[in-house]
């Protein structure tokens, strides 16, 4: 049981990219006290976790309604990654800036939802690694892997400030590089194991 939890806790782990999302907060709650920050986490950890859901249950049917394997999905899912994770490594990866102006117009709700939980957390890369699990494994792990994840998150984001000055910035911006460099390499994986799948009668 542990070995089927850890093999979907951990590709979705390197896919959400914790230590890569703390600068965006970090930049978007700039000024706001701390309550209202871990109001803001908390929302964008749920969303993140009902979409990651939701698009792990109904991809599935979807799938199976278009009569497309698991193949052809960890295929063209791996492609997917494996350009995230490379444009990731190429970009420079700098904080946002959340001026004056900008700020009234982000609410504690909306910011929750939007951009935090929609896209950052629950982004591309997320929910396809979370749709190809749900294919490949038991949704039992799946499900119980997202929540983990999503309880870090949460975790990681409403200690922000303090997880910040003892990692600092640059620290924080080279380890999500390397989580990166791991997703392209579970992204290899995926259309490797989709093309011998494939390939096998």
Same mark, same amino acid.
């Given at each position: 049981?542990?070995? /089927?939890?850890?093999?979907?806790?951990?590709?979705?782990?390197?896919?959400?990219?914790?230590?890569?999302?703390?600068?965006?907060?970090?930049?978007?709650?700039?000024?706001?006290?701390?309550?209202?920050?871990?109001?803001?986490?908390?929302?964008?950890?749920?969303?993140?976790?009902?979409?990651?859901?939701?698009?792990?249950?109904?991809? /599935?049917?979807?799938?199976?309604?278009?009569?497309?394997?698991?193949?052809?999905?960890?295929?063209?899912?791996?492609?997917?990654?494996?350009?995230?994770?490379?444009?990731?490594?190429?970009?420079?990866?700098?904080?946002?800036?959340?001026?004056?102006?900008?700020?009234?117009?982000?609410?504690? /709700?909306?910011?929750?939802? *939007?951009?935090?939980?929609?896209?950052?957390?629950?982004?591309?890369?997320?929910?396809?690694?979370?749709?190809?699990?749900?294919?490949?494994?038991?949704?039992?792990?799946?499900?119980?892997?997202?929540?983990?994840?999503? *309880?870090? @998150?949460?975790?990681?984001?409403?200690?922000?400030?303090?997880?910040?000055?003892?990692?600092?910035?640059?620290?924080?911006?080279? @380890?999500?590089?390397?989580?990166?460099?791991?997703?392209?390499? @579970?992204? *290899?994986?995926?259309?490797?194991?989709?093309? *011998?799948?494939?390939?096998?009668?």
């Amino acid at each position: 049981m542990s070995h /089927r939890f850890l093999l979907a806790f951990l590709p979705l782990f390197v896919a959400i990219d914790p230590p890569g999302i703390l600068p965006f907060f970090l930049s978007l709650t700039q000024g706001l006290p701390a309550p209202q920050k871990k109001a803001i986490a908390r929302t964008a950890a749920l969303t993140a976790f009902f979409l990651s859901l939701l698009f792990a249950l109904a991809g /599935r049917t979807v799938l199976d309604y278009l009569g497309l394997t698991i193949w052809d999905f960890s295929i063209a899912g791996g492609i997917l990654l494996l350009v995230l994770s490379i444009s990731d490594l190429l970009k420079s990866q700098e904080m946002p800036e959340t001026t004056d102006m900008t700020r009234p117009f982000l609410s504690r /709700r909306s910011l929750g939802v *939007v951009p935090l939980g929609i896209p950052i957390i629950a982004g591309p890369a997320t929910l396809t690694t979370a749709l190809t699990l749900s294919k490949s494994g038991p949704l039992w792990a799946v499900i119980t892997a997202l929540f983990a994840n999503m *309880v870090l @998150i949460y975790l990681l984001l409403s200690h922000g400030e303090k997880v910040n000055r003892i990692v600092g910035n640059t620290l924080s911006t080279a @380890i999500g590089k390397i989580f990166s460099l791991l997703l392209a390499a @579970i992204a *290899v994986s995926l259309i490797h194991k989709g093309i *011998v799948g494939l390939l096998t009668p």
